[in-house]
């Protein structure tokens, strides 16, 4: 299995990235974990999408994935408007006019109060600039590319790895109450009523109890944490803030990860297993803050200024492709 973190259309060393690992589709599963397009040359962006859609590529939507949704989606709604298929064709003639020029002040005297535009530039959602990397990228792909945007999901959860694979992040509980309040995920052992009953009791042997309440717990992890719940976290989460709230800068606030690990380290067990290799629940000393769980792990991108961050519980893949010199720093890989 071959993890790339964040390509950001850098198509050369993304194939030569493949190239070295001699990665063959009919025995390897490659993922990505988002932000495969934009940053980069949109020659590259195009490229990058054109292999990954074509190939069906398994992988996870990031922040800017989800740019080029809305601007292509945005698109798609203006055309169907009565007059706006004509209005974007000339904004767009006379934008090509200007070549790769195209500023954002050109942009806002284009659509300024006092043209023709101005009633087509209230359609166009405050902070969204036209023209910009996103923009051209959703302009230009093909529809079985934009499919394939639209498919990618924004979490993916491996149940037999006990693994979770996301753009941004993951929280291991709802900061703004105590990791062992009862609403928590982790702070209590998940009801082996919601087994089939056919699997209940004796019939089912305790490694497989053990199995099911960690996938149940996974999946509480998901589905009960509010924060979880959220697209945007999902796609843009860096740390979270004193006041427990959640935000996409980096040298702000404690990052999500540390949280991550933190609650890991905190499971010992539902009670009724032993750590197998090199831990042992009896042996670990059980303190305030202990949880009825077994740990799982995320695997992220979107935090490039923390390089590859690999901890216990959680592996950072983003490495800054798009400016990086040297193949061996352009992924992680697992």
Same mark, same amino acid.
């Given at each position: 299995? &071959? &993890? ?73 709604? &203006? ?45 166009? %959602? ?20 934009? @499919? ?10 491996? %149940? ?24 928590? %995920? ?23 109890? &053990? ?43 404690? %990052? ?6 933190? @609650? ?38 979107? @935090? @490039? ?30």
């Amino acid at each position: 299995m &071959i &993890i790339v973190g964040d390509i950001h259309g850098s198509s050369k060393p993304f194939h030569a990235l493949l190239n070295k690992l001699t990665y063959n589709s009919d025995s390897d599963t490659l993922i990505h974990v988002g932000d495969t397009v934009t940053k980069g040359s949109h020659e590259g962006s195009l490229a990058v999408l054109a292999y990954l859609a074509k190939h069906n590529v398994t992988g996870v939507r990031g922040n800017h994935e989800q740019k080029v949704v809305e601007w292509r989606a945005w698109m798609e709604w &203006i055309r169907g408007l009565e007059g706006g298929e004509r209005w974007l064709a000339e904004v767009e003639e006379r934008a090509g006019m200007l070549g790769k020029d195209v500023s954002q002040d050109w942009v806002e005297g284009e659509l300024s109060s006092t043209g023709p535009s101005w009633k087509w530039r209230k359609k166009i %959602p405050k902070g969204w600039k036209m023209f910009s990397d996103h923009y051209k990228v959703a302009r230009d792909m093909s529809q079985k590319q934009y @499919a394939y945007l639209l498919s990618l999901p924004l979490v993916l959860h491996v %149940p037999s790895a006990h693994t979770y694979i996301v753009h941004a992040g993951l929280l291991p509980y709802d900061p703004t109450r105590d990791q062992t309040h009862r609403r928590q %995920p982790l702070s209590h052992v998940p009801s082996l009523s919601l087994l089939p009953s056919r699997l209940e009791g004796n019939m089912m042997g305790k490694q497989k109890k &053990i199995e099911r309440l960690r996938v149940l717990q996974e999946e509480a992890v998901l589905h009960d944490i509010p924060q979880n719940k959220e697209a945007w976290v999902k796609l843009n989460m860096r740390s979270i803030k004193k006041n427990n709230r959640v935000t996409k800068l980096s040298k702000t606030g404690t %990052p999500w990860s540390e949280i991550w690990n933190a @609650a890991m380290d905190n499971c010992v067990g539902f009670g009724m297993d032993v750590w197998e290799d090199d831990y042992d629940l009896m042996g670990k000393k059980k303190g305030k803050n202990s949880l009825p769980c077994r740990p799982s792990t995320v695997v992220y991108g979107h @935090a @490039a200024s923390r390089g590859l961050d690999i901890k216990r519980w959680s592996i950072g893949t983003d490495t800054g492709c798009v400016s990086c010199i040297h193949l061996e720093l352009h992924f992680a890989m697992c």
